[in-house]
């Protein structure tokens, strides 16, 4: 084998250093490590985003020219259910610094289907176009799906409301409509076979449900398919979001009393079910998935609202349907849920 670095008779001076340059020359031989992830982030550390005096939920993730943009609910941290007026938003190169950009959108006016509360920001890229989806709410509490876009979301300023795209109208609705408190909130698109999936939550007859509607083209008109999931009487589901992975999809909802409490998944082999029992997700609520290279990333509430965390997907191979598992996270009292 020939050496690297052969050592004759050398002054004790002189071998220290060519020791220095020989740890330099076989550190910078050695293979660096295969990353899964974007080049962009191969340094992820997953820094929580926070907002001072400030609480965030129902977040949303997606990337644009190199950066990652976050936007979310917020709300004053010293009255948890006061203001939700606006979404607050950030960006971030590698998930260790963040860049506070304000906000973006805003209620609309009096008697607008939004003129009292903004939730659940849900975007999706399609052409060079950002598709905003988010639930408005009016006076009334009655919840409409709505959508915003930007052709340049670097630019706060640059997302434009499209008015209400969606509201429930399958026979088994419950949807009073714009005077009393209607649900239809949390919107969440899955491109699949050329179509556009809306997954959302509201309630039917039988109790709460995750709706599905569906589209030729991300803006509509999008077509009430009604319940793809139906829970208990007394269940509410909410934040419902569909991972592909390996031919199978796995829906993330985070229900509220009845037999299911808290964050659980459910698998399916379409997008459509027959959704399998649910699985406890033992850590956080209100999930949002993003995609970083091949590896799927989480992001979830912290606590009361703190602050926005980020975690990778991890897959058991060893069953099947592949089990996701989300890695530890910090966890605080929880008191903001719907």
């Known amino acids: 084998m020939q050496h690297l670095c052969p050592i004759s008779t050398l002054s004790i001076g002189r071998l220290i250093h060519l020791l220095l340059i020989c740890s330099v020359l076989l550190i910078s031989l ?15 550390c997953e820094q929580p985003w926070s907002v001072p005096n400030t609480n965030l939920k129902d977040q949303t993730v997606f990337e644009f020219a190199g950066m990652y943009y976050i936007a979310s609910i917020s709300s004053s941290a010293s009255d948890p259910r006061g203001g939700e007026t606006t979404f607050a938003y950030a960006r971030t190169a590698d998930f ?77 609705m419950v949807y009073p409509g714009p005077t009393s408190w209607s649900d239809a909130r949390d919107p969440m698109v899955l491109p699949y076979n050329n179509r556009y999936y809306m997954y959302y939550t509201a309630l039917d007859t039988s109790g709460g449900i995750v709706g599905q509607a569906v589209a030729d083209t991300v803006n509509g008109p999008w077509q009430d398919l009604g319940a793809t999931l139906n829970v208990d009487a007394s269940t509410r589901s909410e934040s419902p979001f569909v991972v592909p992975y390996n031919g199978n999809f796995y829906l993330y909802t985070n229900d509220q009393g009845g037999t299911t409490n808290g964050e659980v998944w459910r698998s399916a082999p379409s997008p459509f079910g027959p959704w399998q029992s649910p699985v406890t997700e033992p850590f956080g609520w209100a999930d949002d998935f993003y995609q970083v290279g091949t590896m799927w990333y989480a992001s979830y509430v912290i606590g009361d609202g703190t602050a926005i965390g980020f975690t990778p997907i991890l897959w058991n191979t060893t069953t099947s349907p592949a089990s996701p598992q989300l890695t530890w996270r910090i966890l605080l009292p929880d008191i903001t849920k719907k």
């Not at 709410?137 to 706060?156: C, E, G, H, K």
Request: overall charge negative; charged content about 10%; aromatic content about 10%.
């Open 30 to 44: 050695t293979p660096e490590p295969a990353h899964p992830v974007h080049a962009a982030t191969a340094q992820l």
């Open 96 to 172: 260790c610094s963040w860049e506070q950009l304000g906000s973006v959108l805003g209620v609309g006016a009096p008697g607008a289907a939004d003129d009292t509360a903004l939730w659940a920001p849900y975007v999706l890229p399609v052409g060079g176009t950002f598709y905003m989806f988010y639930a408005g709410v009016n006076r009334n509490m009655a919840q409409s799906i709505m959508l915003a876009t930007s052709t340049n979301p670097a630019d706060p300023l640059s997302w434009v409301k499209q008015g209400v795209v969606f509201q429930p109208n399958h026979p088994a």
